[in-house]
């Protein structure tokens, strides 16, 4: 009885060692990609296969904080140009320039694509480290494999990030629904070392399901990183200027 004890404790402690070494490298990846405040330019092409459905330009704005914010405003096309999405911790707000309304985003429609895009509002809004329990579930000669079940309500059941082991950053993440199917995965390349951040300029998210892809493209000269950015950047009040 002593020796299935010792056993079953070995088993957990070993268990709970793990998920303590995904999180410790959760937090390094989060610290070697994460800037204060940035300023930046970018593309959005939507695609089916090989076909260009549509392209944006935006300004994006971001803050760290209590409460990470992050403004995107359009640019192009000329139909949204002035549209913008802001986020503020858990709640994002939509401004349709035409109408000139700002709306609330509820739980469900964060869930639902953005711009038509194969991101979600909340895609754009996760945290690794805090929004997630994680495991991790192997390494390879390039990759620690790390499973994330989230701990709030998401569209999706769990991911799959894989880690690139010499640079500390997601170069790849699988996305899984209620029945255990991947449906999506982003893919991050073109990654350089900007002011001690790893940032990538190409990141693509790939719809398995509708085959369906959407990359954002940023412009790397249009970086600013460690800037400053006011508070009333990130208000609803903005939105409308």
């Known amino acids: 009885m002593k020796k299935t004890v010792i056993v079953l404790l070995t ?7 793990i998920a303590q070494n ?11 990609t994460e800037y204060s405040t940035s300023q930046m330019d970018a593309t959005m092409i939507i695609k089916k296969g090989n076909k260009k459905l549509s392209e944006m330009k935006f300004k994006s704005y971001l803050k760290k904080g209590d409460k990470d914010r992050q403004l995107m405003r359009f640019t192009y ?11 503020s911790g858990d709640n994002i707000w939509y401004y349709n320039k035409r109408t000139n309304r700002v709306r609330l985003l509820s739980k469900s429609a ?10 979600s509002y909340e895609d754009m809004t996760i945290d690794f480290v805090n929004d997630f329990k994680s495991e991790l579930q192997k390494t390879t000669n390039k990759y620690y494999v790390i499973k994330m079940v989230p701990i709030k309500d998401k569209k999706f059941k769990y ?11 997601d170069e790849k993440i699988e996305y899984y629904n209620d029945n255990e199917i991947k449906y999506k995965e982003l893919i991050s390349s ?20 509708t085959g369906k892809s959407t ?25 409308k200027r």
């Open 11 to 17: 088993i957990f402690i070993f268990n709970l060692g």
């Open 22 to 32: 995904a999180k410790d490298i959760l937090q390094k990846v989060k610290n070697n």
């Open 77 to 87: 096309p000329s139909r949204l140009k002035g549209t913008a999405i802001l986020s």
């Open 110 to 119: 964060k869930k639902g694509s953005m711009m038509g895009s194969s991101f």
């Open 159 to 169: 991911l799959i990030a894989y880690i690139l082991k010499d640079k500390y950053i």
């Open 190 to 209: 073109d990654i350089k070392k900007i002011d001690k951040i790893m940032i990538p300029l190409h990141i693509e998210m790939r719809d398995i399901l």
């Open 215 to 239: 990359e954002m493209i940023t412009d790397e000269s249009s970086i600013k990183l460690g800037i400053k950015i006011k508070d009333s950047i990130f208000s609803e009040r903005n939105l």
